[in-house]
């Protein structure tokens, strides 16, 4: 067990809805990371937030945001969905400014019909 | 993009050690080489991370070459539960958006009876 919280573990929705996916990171961390890892485009770092600030940017598409709040934990909002946003998105989360290991969840699994 | 080859795929008998290569000839001074694992679609789980000096920890050890254009992740004695696919990265351990966990495809490793 990581200390990583991810829910729902699992979501299955339509294409045009709205989701949002939550994490909570291990007690006293302060980064959180959010990833998609889809068949075919591997691990995809989308967004990191450090003590509720963005921090850093990846390939995040513009439908999607995220934000987090003051007690530390993150929501993914995914909108307009798409069959090709069906995937795993992890979120992980360190403890400081400095880039030492981060621990990841066990991921939200969302299917979109 | 990720700055590190790896093979795609290796095969290890369970009990023996495992090599993991890793090259990543542009890493820069202040880059550290971390090593992470993916179980079949769990959560990617750290392992390991150096700067120069090989280290060791209760689940792998990693040799760093002189000249730091390469590295090896060894797992001492394999079982069937280190079957995962091995990321290999490099990364700032201060900063922004040097420090970002970017994963590439990594190595397949199957630990055969």
């Known amino acids: 067990d990581s200390g990583v919280t991810q829910t729902p573990k699992h979501l299955i929705t339509a294409t045009g809805q709205r989701v949002t996916l939550r994490c909570s990171p291990r007690?006293?961390?302060?980064?959180v990371y959010w990833y998609q890892q889809s068949l075919d485009q591997g691990l995809q770092f989308l967004i990191q937030?450090?003590?509720?600030?963005?921090?850093a940017k990846g390939n995040i598409l513009e439908r999607f945001s995220a934000q987090q709040f003051p007690d530390l934990h993150s929501e993914l909002n995914l909108s307009s969905l798409e069959l090709g946003d069906s995937a795993l998105y992890f979120c992980?989360?360190?403890?400081?400014?400095?880039?030492?290991?981060?621990?990841f969840g066990q991921g939200t699994r969302l299917t979109v019909v | 993009d990720a700055k590190t080859t790896q093979p795609p795929s290796m095969d290890c008998a369970e009990g023996r050690a495992a090599n993991l290569p890793c090259n990543h000839s542009?890493?820069?001074?202040?880059?550290?080489v971390y090593w992470y694992r993916q179980i079949h679609s769990q959560g990617p789980q750290y392992i390991i991370h150096?700067?120069?000096n090989n280290e060791t920890n209760e689940m792998a050890s990693l040799i760093i070459t002189e000249d730091r254009k390469s590295s090896t992740l060894i797992l001492p004695h394999a079982t069937l539960r280190d079957t995962a696919v091995y990321y290999c990265?490099?990364?700032?351990?201060?900063?922004?958006?040097?420090?970002?966990?970017?994963f590439g495809k990594g190595t397949k490793l199957s630990v055969k009876p």
């Open positions: 992980a989360s360190s403890p400081s400014w400095r880039n030492t290991e981060a621990f």
């Open positions: 007690s006293g961390d302060l980064s």
């Open positions: 937030y450090y003590n509720g600030e963005e921090r």
């Open positions: 542009t890493i820069s001074g202040n880059e550290y």
């Open positions: 150096g700067l120069k």
């Open positions: 990265i490099v990364r700032a351990f201060y900063g922004g958006s040097q420090g970002n966990l970017i």
